[in-house]
C-alpha cells in the first residue's frame, strides 16, 4: 500500500527555542498516517540549543528526529532552511511531508515543493489515505470539500493549520534515533533574519478561547463592528472576523478565522452578521455549541449552527450586552441577612 518503504515526515519549527502547538498536531496526525502504510514519522527541526525538544517530537509520535542545532539555525532563514530540508528530503525519500501553515511553513512548504519538483495543497483540512495509499488532501471549494491527490510525484506536501487535528496524547515514554543536519555550506544569502521580536496578542487568543464571538460584513460599519467587539469583551471572548471583515478594513488578518485563517475550537462561539460561507466555517468546526445572529432567516449559516437567532445585529448586540452587563451587576451584589 502506498510507497510502503518511504517514511512520513514532518517540518517541525521552533519558536524561541519551543516547538509550537501545530508541529506536534500535524506529528500526531503523521504518526497514523505512517501506521497504516507501515512506515516510521521522521521530524525536521531546525534552531539553536533546542535538543531538549527533542523528546517533545518522540512522545507526539515521532521515531526519527532529524536535529540541526547551529547558530546558522538560530532564527527562521528560508533559503538555510530550504537547502538542508530539500538535501535531507533528497537523502531519505519521504513520500509525505506535512508543514504548519505558519507565516514559516506558508514560505517554506512552496520553496521545498518547487525545489523537489513536486506538488503542494495549502491550508488542507484533512488528510487521509485512499486505498492505494495516495493522499487525499482536503480543501475547502465550491460549497463542500474537494481532495487533491499527487498520484505520481513524490514527496506529497501539505500544510495544516494549527487546530485542524487534535494535540495528540503525549507519550513520555515514547524515544527514537536522533540524526544530526549540519548547516549547508557555500550558498548565497540574499535575506536573513537578524532578529524575533517576540510580543504578546492584545485580547484573547483566538486557538485557546473557550468562548469566540466572530463578526463579519453583516455589521455593516466601523461602528458596527466595535458593537460586536463589545460583545466579545463582555463576555471575556476571543474576537474573530471573516475575510470581508478583514477586507473592509475594520480589522486586521490575524483575527481572520477560517480556511486561510485561524482554526477555533471554542466551547462557545457566536457568530454574528456573517453569512456561513465554507470558508470560514471549516474554521469552527471544532466548536461544541454555535449560535448565529443574522438578520436573513436564509442565510446558509443557520444550517450549520445549532441555535440560530434572525434579527438585525446591530440592534440585537447593543441590547444583548446590556442585558448581560445588567445580570452581572445583579450577581455581583451582596446580599446581607439581618
Known sequence: MGDTKYPVWVIAEQILGEIPPVSLEITGQARILAERLGVEVEAILLGNGIEDQVDLLFSAGADVVHLGSAPEFTNYQCEIFTESIVARARDRNPQIILIGSTFMGRELAPLIAAKLGTGLTAHCIDLVLDDNGVLEQQIPAYGGLMSIVC????????????????????????????????????????????????????????????????????????????????????????????????????????????????????????????????????GITGAKVMIAINNDPKAPVFEQVDYGIVEDCRIFIPALVERIMKLKSHAGRTAHVV
Open 151 to 282: 498520484p505520481e510525484k513524490r514527496p506529497q506536501i501539505a500544510t495544516v493549520a494549527r487546530g485542524v487535528f487534535p494535540m495528540p496524547n503525549l507519550d513520555e515514554d515514547r524515544s527514537g534515533s536522533v540524526l544530526p543536519v549540519e548547516p549547508p555550506q557555500g550558498i548565497k544569502i540574499r535575506v536573513q533574519t537578524l532578529e524575533v521580536v517576540h510580543t504578546e496578542p492584545e485580547g484573547v487568543p483566538l486557538e485557546t478561547a473557550p468562548i469566540v464571538v466572530a463578526g463579519g460584513a453583516g455589521a455593516g460599519s466601523l461602528e458596527g463592528w466595535l458593537e460586536i467587539q463589545e460583545l466579545a469583551d463582555t463576555l471575556k471572548a476571543a474576537f474573530g472576523s471573516t475575510r470581508p471583515a478583514v477586507d473592509e478594513g475594520w480589522t486586521d488578518l490575524e483575527t481572520m478565522i477560517g480556511q486561510s485563517g485561524k482554526m477555533v475550537n471554542p466551547d462557545l462561539y457566536i457568530g454574528v452578521g456573517l453569512s456561513g460561507e465554507q470558508q470560514h466555517m471549516v
